[in-house]
């Protein structure tokens, strides 16, 4: 295992201290590893709150900011926080009109998440809604969820949320824009290679030098099948074709699409990918309103990729674009 | 070899492609392989383009946009673009006020950007002045130099002085404002791994997995010496101080810190190496001003990490902070 760490079990707690010098606007409350915007709580303002695992870097503390989450809870890497965190983060950020919690569909988040909310309400009166993301189309159910798990979308609903949170919308509001755009969203990826989480010291899964997994998830969860290497083009019509088909998206839709890397994966890649998705959703009718090309949602130094496809309004568009000032995305301001 | 590709020879056309459709504020220009503003050429603003061998994405193309470069020529992988495309982006981004090129110190990158400003002159008696940069402390020849390497540097100093080109400033001015960030920048990196050049189809280089590349290139040229794996806080420390040594940074200097990843590394590792750059340099009594952490100038799918630090004023930080819209640097619009 070739690194950039010192010892295995402390890296998440250090790359908070590397977050808090990197980012003034940001605070981290260590104990409970907690990336938070500085000015929290907004008061009159919703508080958005998300969290899970690291090593999905950027996600989702590099999405604290002004326009996107007003925290982030960091657990330890592919291990969900403890109630405590949401729970901190919760008050941090109640400035008296309530939070949204953002959940990825993973069994563990899910279940704190829930506890952090009842929590809340018993400790400080604080009004909780969550939504859960599930947008990845490859597997029904999988080995950390009951149902799809929350994937890609995730990014773009913290945006669109945080836009209408940062308009002055009411909590019941804001939750109903972030369900509409899990509702709107689907996902699907592919790995190249497994990843290899820091306290274990070797790679997640095995996989020969001419195979993929499609359909992988972000912690190297199984996917759908092996498939034999692949061309981009082929990668991208594996990829495409299951997410157009499974909202269905038709032709005439207006999408955000987001060609994301999982951490190994160069960003020349990234555009010869994005290039392929682009084709196919032009061949199909799909208009692309805008697009996303990086990597915003990881699994630590996995190489592959995955597409998400967000149908839009035009409310949903100018919600994308209002601005934001986040580590990690940033527009407007 | 595994990777998002289509045909080995074709990776850099294909990319251009996906980032044409993925950025409506850029145009691209195929047959010349350039990256160029939609609104050039700016009449009365001082043109800035830089180009070089891609697989070092973001660098340069993700930099084109308002406040930084106007265009940029995308060689072949780690292969100086020929001064064809360099004359023809010359004249794209010719706005009557003079064109600065941004080159880094590699031999083909000089000479064929010189005979380009030649070309350039004759053809249409465009006025360019070249800035080279050349800020790796690693070595002072190397594989395809003459003194040293440019790197880190480069990403600086194409946004800086694209902020002094935006507030209209002559190319004389522009290009002494480049003079002095790379006078005042020094860089060096290491690699975990090897890159693999697609069209060659295996690593590079050889590196055991106990091994790391110490001051290595951004093409995979060899370092000042192997050394044994180490963790990041000796990865900072060997980075660290002999960039801080040779400038000399002192006690009471204002740096811009940039902890760059090669382009396999992901973002939480270098989180962690930011903890630890940034804790060296308060030791040394070195401020702070501003931080950039992320993959910035690549390696292709090299893991590893640079660290960049310039000396700055506060005529350099107002430069730095202003307005700057690109697909990979972007703030206050």
Not at 5 to 24: K, M, R, T
Not at 229 to 237: F, Q, V, W
């Amino acid at each position: 295992m070739k690194k950039l760490i010192n010892d295995p079990q402390n890296v998440v707690a250090e790359a908070l201290l590397g977050i808090e010098a990197a980012h003034p606007d940001l605070n981290v409350d260590h104990q409970h590893k907690i990336i938070y915007r500085a000015d929290a709580p907004r008061r009159g303002k919703v508080g958005i709150i998300s969290g899970g695992g690291s090593g999905h870097e950027p996600l989702h503390g590099g999405f604290v900011g002004l326009g996107m989450l007003d925290a982030a809870c960091a657990g330890e890497v592919f291990t969900s926080p403890v109630p405590d965190q949401m729970l901190a983060a919760t008050k941090l950020v109640d400035g008296g009109a309530g939070v949204l919690h953002v959940v990825k569909n993973y069994t563990g988040d899910v279940m704190n998440f829930e506890m952090a909310a009842e929590l809340a309400a018993a400790e400080s009166g604080a009004q909780v809604v969550s939504v859960v993301t599930d947008d990845d189309v490859a597997v029904q159910d999988s080995t950390w969820t009951a149902g799809r798990r929350g994937v890609g979308v995730t990014v773009l609903l913290e945006k669109i949320a945080g836009a209408a949170a940062e308009q002055g919308r009411s909590l019941e509001q804001v939750a109903e824009v972030a369900r509409q755009v899990n509702a709107n969203g689907r996902s699907m990826g592919l790995a190249l290679t497994s990843c290899t989480v820091p306290a274990a010291g070797k790679p997640t899964f095995e996989l020969g030098e001419d195979e993929m997994e499609l359909g992988v998830g972000i912690h190297g969860e199984p996917g759908r099948q092996r498939v034999p290497m692949a061309t981009a083009r082929e990668i991208a019509e594996m990829l495409v074709e299951p997410v157009l088909a499974d909202l269905p998206f038709t032709n005439g839709d207006k999408v955000i699409a987001f060609v994301n890397g999982l951490g190994g994966t160069p960003l020349l890649e990234l555009y010869v990918m994005y290039n392929e998705v682009n084709r196919i959703l032009t061949g199909h009718g799909v208009q692309v309103a805008r697009s996303l090309v990086g990597s915003y949602i990881t699994s630590l130094d996995m190489a592959g990729t995955s597409v998400t496809l967000l149908k839009v309004d035009d409310e949903t568009l100018s919600l994308w674009d209002a601005p934001v000032k986040t580590p990690a995305l940033r527009w407007g301001i």
